[in-house]
């Protein structure tokens, strides 16, 4: 596991994850716009794009974030994170097994893992991982899934479960309930539809979070 990532999360309490559909912008947009209200850790996240089009933007979106000292973490696409050399990647219950994720990446990269119950969320624990996500936290409509909301008071079950391990939260994250998301438990808050103000710009609200 990366040692140094709980040193890395230190002084966010925010994960954006990028959405093109959302946000009307490119990766590379979203990335440079994030990193600029204060982002320090992006997750490049894209289900429908081909897997051509999405190397070509998460090469570009790297190339941003590298430039302003981003880490950038992609989803599911361990092959993409390989080519790339990407600071790490972010896995569903349904990807590549973390330890075959960690076998091709090496100790230092990122690994975060998706977790939907206090159940999956024990058997996280032994998998070589940096950071365990638990959700869906709240209802949401940004991503499809059979899921039942765990809850505040899942969530703080499973803070603790996993003891110092660390957490993020994801699914219906906003700046309106995200204090009492980390007051349940969580480091980090995963931000998605709440990012963006139909404009293009960062949610002033979400700056906040990124610098605090």
Same mark, same amino acid.
């Given at each position: 596991?990366?040692?140094?990532?709980?040193? %890395?999360?230190?002084?966010?309490?925010?994960?954006?994850?990028?959405?093109?559909?959302?946000?009307?912008?490119?990766?590379?947009?979203?990335?440079?716009?994030?990193?600029?209200?204060?982002?320090?850790?992006?997750?490049?996240?894209?289900?429908?794009?081909?897997?051509?089009?999405?190397?070509?933007?998460?090469?570009?979106?790297?190339?941003?974030?590298?430039?302003?000292?981003?880490?950038?973490?992609?989803?599911?696409?361990?092959?993409?994170?390989?080519?790339?050399?990407?600071?790490?990647?972010?896995?569903?219950?349904?990807?590549?097994?973390?330890?075959?994720?960690?076998?091709?990446?090496?100790?230092?990269?990122?690994?975060?893992?998706?977790?939907?119950? %206090?159940?999956?969320?024990?058997?996280?624990?032994?998998?070589?991982?940096?950071?365990?996500?638990?959700?869906?936290?709240?209802?949401?409509?940004?991503?499809?899934?059979?899921?039942?909301?765990?809850?505040?008071?899942?969530?703080?079950?499973?803070?603790?479960?996993?003891?110092?391990?660390?957490?993020?939260?994801?699914?219906?994250?906003?700046?309106?309930?995200?204090?009492?998301?980390?007051?349940?438990?969580?480091?980090?808050?995963?931000?998605?539809?709440?990012?963006?103000?139909?404009?293009?710009?960062?949610?002033?609200?979400?700056?906040?979070? %990124?610098?605090?």
């Amino acid at each position: 596991m990366n040692s140094n990532f709980a040193r %890395l999360i230190t002084g966010t309490h925010a994960y954006p994850i990028t959405d093109r559909q959302l946000s009307g912008l490119s990766h590379v947009e979203q990335v440079a716009k994030l990193a600029d209200a204060g982002a320090t850790l992006i997750q490049l996240r894209d289900k429908l794009a081909q897997p051509r089009e999405f190397y070509e933007e998460a090469r570009a979106a790297l190339d941003v974030a590298r430039a302003r000292n981003v880490k950038l973490i992609i989803n599911d696409r361990v092959d993409i994170a390989l080519a790339l050399k990407a600071d790490g990647v972010h896995l569903g219950q349904d990807d590549l097994p973390p330890a075959a994720a960690r076998s091709i990446l090496g100790p230092h990269a990122i690994i975060g893992f998706s977790t939907h119950s %206090l159940d999956h969320a024990g058997r996280a624990l032994d998998l070589p991982i940096d950071y365990i996500a638990i959700g869906p936290i709240f209802a949401t409509t940004t991503k499809l899934s059979s899921n039942a909301p765990v809850g505040l008071s899942g969530l703080a079950e499973v803070r603790s479960l996993v003891g110092e391990r660390p957490l993020v939260a994801i699914g219906g994250i906003t700046a309106e309930n995200i204090q009492a998301v980390l007051a349940a438990g969580a480091d980090l808050g995963a931000f998605i539809s709440d990012i963006w103000h139909p404009d293009g710009l960062v949610n002033p609200k979400i700056s906040q979070i %990124l610098r605090s």
